[in-house]
């Protein structure tokens, strides 16, 4: 024990004088020995990409706010986005300018930070037919823009990719990726690699087939598309696909883990974060829950839905995937981030990937290779004894199958997943992770159902309630070499907004009752705190305004899946209500109220 | 302006076509159209506009089914058929597409123009299922969901003296 210790101290010290050297900041090792695979090569002032880095850390060097002085946190300045529903995602900041985009219609704002009273340097109102909003299955969110060759990328809730002009807010140009016909959606926030931008699907609940797809930068050309589901040669599956795992293995496993053709209707879409190894050149990402949720129309492991693959940024030939959930019957999507960190295990540095899934297993995985190197519990879970290290696959507990009757009762987690879109967070100082996660369970009743295009193709009812401990959410630190917890803040409410992490030692995330917490990223204690005006789904940013203070943005505005019957709601020309969720968000309209606001601290 | 009108024409004719089938109760067809058929029927009518005036035929837009239980009981085996269950909710507690409980009908509640809602469809999405189901089914579907609506639109919500039990915090 004390020797790994000192090994892993050795290893840190050596890690930390190679990477300081030529990038300092956020690629060094922390005092754990634990490093952000690509951390970011532009300015630690800016907040460059929907994760902040490549690696999707949500780490930022600043370190002017710490935990001695977050206590004399304000609020600087507001923005109304003139938008109402579910605010996920996270403002960008680039060279003193920062850009929003708000959930549909999907506008887009440039705000000058020079300028005293943040005027906007334009606003962009994109084409969107207003017929995606009902396509969509978990309100009508958008999670961020990427920035690249001074343009701005984001999709459309109606399926088309925009690239917008940073300077002047023209579009340069718009692509059709999606077809809301057949129920596609796209919420997610792409990424940008050398010259493509990366678009994944959504419509996991509609009888979408899934798929991730590269789109040129300069003409908005489609370069590549490689499904999640079908034929080899649609998944772009060739000689290099190594799959780590035995059963992962074989022909055209797309085609033949699924009943006849059900693989053109079977979900796994593409709806989470995207990342990238530049060392590896593989962009990684997870993928949807198969459908329908009624398992009896779909028998076999339902490849590649509920998994996590890697495909080459260049051709998106697939190198390797991992089916977290084989056979999914719980909604357990395996759409959550992929944070790429290399980690000290058992005395060799691990180039690990780490995965909160909606299963309630957090996996540190080889991002080389696929293979398991841990999975424990990070939430209250019943449905699973564990994973069996030599195939990655769960242990099922057969009465918690929702096929082992026709209504199922008390399945921890819920179908949102011990977490869902909100993105965890990592700091190379603590070497722990900031996870926002949920605490529900769920009772399951299968009932038939039939595809019909453009409609739900789901199949089944899924009531949740909160988990043990009566909490419905709770903001952890995890230890992914260990797989272990190291502290936790319940909440009442699922944490439905995501993590950040900075340098400065305070973690900061939001809460869907409204509250906005710094917190001591050693030991959990709250720092501050604030209330802001509607319920936050969002994720925080930080960066340094051309004052030179370091500030603290956040989107607040209830919604995203977690606002289902909020948004049913909605209508333009009707007076809003925030509504209870059944048993699974009681007494939440007491406190808070619909909203898009972002909010910016700074001490 | 032109194709409104034409639609608007085009609308009455099915409908008049129609009403000789809904002599005959009965849903023409309950079962769901398989993968092959499907892409025919469902149109999501971007071009429907709100503000779109439809014929309001007293005589045309009677529901034959007003208060009729089995007409109800069948609408909600329909109900399930034709997924409006996964958009509107389970009872109708609404979902992705607005609740039938509680008694605020977005594009009005009575027998009428929630026949129309279903005919036409919706800006935000819901299908145009005139195009698919028969005039019957389509009343049956009125029958069930108007059977829903649990009270009317509150107009105040006082949460003061309530106690819920809160953790967390």
């Not at chain 1, 790994?4 to 840190?12: D, K, P, R, S, V």
């Not at chain 1, 080899?232 to 059963?247: E, N, Q, T, V």
Request: with cysteine; hydrophobic share 40%.
């Amino acid at each position: 024990m004390r020797r790994a210790i000192a090994g892993l101290l050795l290893l840190a010290a050596c890690t930390a004088k190679d990477q300081s050297a030529d990038r300092g900041g956020a690629g060094a090792a922390g005092p754990t020995g634990a490093r952000i695979a690509a951390p970011r090569t532009g300015p630690a002032n800016e907040w460059p990409m929907p994760g902040a880095d490549y690696a999707n850390s949500r780490y930022s060097e600043l370190a002017q706010i710490t935990p001695a002085n977050a206590a004399n946190l304000r609020a600087s300045w507001t923005f109304s986005t003139g938008v109402l529903r579910g605010h996920e995602g996270q403002p960008l900041v680039v060279g003193n300018t920062m850009y929003l985009v708000t959930p549909y219609p999907n506008v887009s704002y440039a705000i000058d930070l020079t300028t005293p009273g943040y005027p906007l340097k334009w606003k962009f109102r994109p084409e969107n037919a207003q017929a995606a909003v009902g396509i969509a299955c978990c309100d009508v969110v958008n999670r961020g823009a990427a920035f690249a060759d001074g343009k701005i990328f984001y999709n459309l809730l109606d399926g088309h990719t925009v690239a917008v002009d940073a300077a002047t807010g023209r579009q340069l140009w718009r692509t059709r990726m999606g077809d809301i016909k057949r129920g596609e959606t796209i919420t997610m926030a792409p990424i940008v690699v050398k010259n493509k931008v990366l678009v994944g699907s959504s419509g996991g609940e509609m009888g979408v087939r899934g798929w991730l797809a590269a789109i040129d930068v300069a003409s908005g050309k489609e370069l590549w598309r490689g499904y999640n589901l079908g034929p080899d040669k649609d998944i772009l599956i060739g000689p290099r696909f190594k799959p780590f795992y035995a059963h992962d293995r074989g022909t055209d496993l797309g085609v033949t883990s699924w009943p006849g053709e059900s693989w053109k209707i079977g979900g796994g879409a593409a709806w989470g974060w995207l990342s990238y190894d530049p060392e590896l050149n593989l962009v990684y990402y997870g993928t949807s829950n198969p459908g329908p949720w009624n398992v009896a129309k779909r028998p076999g492991d339902n490849k590649w839905t509920a998994s996590i693959l890697a495909r080459d940024a260049d051709t998106g030939e697939l190198v390797w995937a991992f089916q977290v959930t084989p056979h999914d019957m719980w909604d357990y999507d395996a759409v959550n981030e992929n944070i790429l960190v290399d980690l000290p295990i058992n005395g060799t540095t691990r180039k690990a990937l780490v995965h909160f899934d909606r299963n309630g297993f957090g996996y540190t995985i080889d991002r080389a290779t696929g293979e398991v190197i841990l999975a424990k519990p990070y939430v209250s879970m019943n449905w699973s004894t564990g994973v069996d290290m030599a195939t990655g696959r769960p242990v099922l507990v057969k009465e918690k199958m929702t096929n082992a009757a026709p209504k199922v009762k008390d399945i921890c987690p819920s179908l949102e997943g011990g977490k869902n879109q909100q993105p965890a967070a990592f700091s190379p100082q603590t070497g722990l992770f900031y996870v926002p996660t949920n605490n529900l369970c769920m009772d399951w009743e299968t009932r038939e159902v039939a595809y019909i295009a453009g409609t739900p193709y789901i199949g089944a009812m899924a009531p949740e309630t909160a988990g043990p401990g009566g909490h419905r959410g709770e903001f952890i630190a995890w230890d992914a070499t260990t797989g272990t917890k190291k502290w936790g803040i319940k909440e009442p409410y699922p944490v439905w907004g995501g993590a950040l992490a900075t340098a400065g030692g305070v973690v900061f995330y939001g809460t869907l009752d409204g509250w906005f917490k710094a917190v001591d990223a050693s030991n959990g204690k709250v720092l501050w705190q604030f209330k802001v005006g509607s319920g936050v789904v969002g994720n925080p940013v930080t960066y340094v305004g051309p004052d030179g203070k370091q500030y603290v943005a956040v989107y607040s505005g209830i919604g995203g899946d977690m606002g289902l019957l909020i948004a049913g709601d909605v209508a333009a020309n009707l007076p809003y209500d925030v509504r209870e969720r059944g048993s699974t968000l009681p007494d939440l309209a007491r406190w808070t109220s619909w909203g898009g606001m972002l909010f910016v601290f700074s001490l | 302006m032109g194709a409104f009108a034409l639609g608007v024409v085009t609308t009455v004719a099915i409908l008049s076509t129609r009403d000789a089938e809904s002599l005959t109760p009965g849903p023409r067809n309950t079962t769901p159209p398989q993968l092959a058929d499907t892409a025919r029927f469902v149109a999501h009518n971007e071009h429907i506009q709100a503000g779109l005036v439809f014929p309001r035929d007293s005589v045309l837009l009677r529901n034959p089914y007003e208060g009729n239980a089995d007409a109800a009981a069948t609408g909600a085996k329909l109900y399930v058929a034709y997924n409006c269950v996964d958009c509107h909710g389970a009872d109708g507690s609404g979902a992705m597409a607005p609740a039938f409980i509680d008694g605020r009908w977005h594009f009005g509640g009575s027998p009428a123009a929630v026949y129309q809602s279903i005919y036409e469809g919706r800006p935000d999405g819901m299908p145009a299922w005139g195009g698919l189901l028969d005039r019957a089914s389509i009343w049956r579907l009125v029958t069930y969901v108007r059977s829903l609506q649990q009270g009317k639109d509150v107009a105040t919500e006082n949460f003061t003296g309530k106690t819920v039990e809160r953790t967390g915090h």
